[in-house]
């Protein structure tokens, strides 16, 4: 068996969202003791909301300095803005609007009501993160049951686009149909990638993924480390892993 990275496997949802806000608080105060300051891609998806919960209520996210991260997304729903299907919405109403984050190092990808299409927003968020896509320093993943990551759908076009760094997505199977979202060789410029997955839904995707590399998921592979953070359900149908 092919692994893209190292699997850990925690015992349910709420022991991996703690596990995950722990190692990401650390990641970024180590980050900061290195170069003063920290960069993150976020996701959307259930989990993600639960680890962003846990950011807020660990008694040790004051490890990091707020004011000094950079916050971007790995993808969007082109939704108005503030439409609580937004990627955006859930990680401001979860923890950024509850933390002293500098709100120019906060990078949402352009809303629906602001632009008129998902590939002006994907131009414009090209734009902002400049010529060269940064060497993000921890960039998350959620899993979809279909393999997906960020708006990156086995089959959909925008899978194979390169050569840019931000693509619209139209026709996605999940709704909303139209979504923005990182290329995968932006995707892989991160330092570091984990995925995170949580639930038995997820547990196909996640043995083919690591078994066969072919998924979206499966083709994450940051310049660093990539790793996946899982749960036991999601966990429960890898065929040759141990634990
Ligand atoms: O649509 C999306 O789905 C995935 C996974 O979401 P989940 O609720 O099934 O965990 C998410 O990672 C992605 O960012 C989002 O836009």
């Known amino acids: 068996m092919s692994r893209s990275g190292a699997v850990i496997v925690h015992n349910d949802a709420d022991v991996l969202a703690e596990a995950v806000a722990s190692r990401l608080l650390n990641r970024l105060a180590d980050a900061q003791a290195h170069r003063g300051e920290a960069s993150i891609v976020l996701t959307g998806g259930r989990i993600a909301a639960k680890v962003y919960q846990n ?33 955006e919405t859930q990680a401001r109403e979860a923890f950024l609007d509850h933390l002293p984050v500098d709100p120019k190092r906060v990078h949402p990808m352009a809303a629906s009501d602001a632009v008129g299409s998902p590939e002006e927003a994907a131009e414009l968020y090209a734009a902002e993160l400049g010529s060269e896509v940064p060497a993000f320093d921890l960039l998350l993943l959620g899993i979809g049951e279909d393999g997906h990551v960020a708006s990156l759908f086995p089959g959909n076009p925008a ?56 998924l979206p998921a499966g083709r994450v592979k940051a310049t660093g480390h990539t790793r996946w953070l899982i749960d036991k359900d999601a966990a429960s149908q890898l065929k040759h892993l141990e634990f």
């Open 55 to 87: 950011i807020l209520g660990s008694p040790i996210r004051t490890v990091v300095d707020w004011s000094k991260v950079d916050f971007w997304w790995g993808d969007e729903r082109f939704l108005p803005s503030g439409d609580p299907e937004r990627n």
């Open 159 to 214: 899978l194979d686009v390169d050569g840019v760094a931000v693509v619209g997505v139209r026709n996605s199977p999940k709704p909303p149909p139209e979504r923005v979202s990182l290329t995968m060789s932006a995707i892989n410029s991160a330092t570091a990638a984990w995925i995170i997955a949580s639930g038995e839904g997820k547990a196909e995707a996640v043995d083919e993924a690591l078994s066969k590399g072919e």
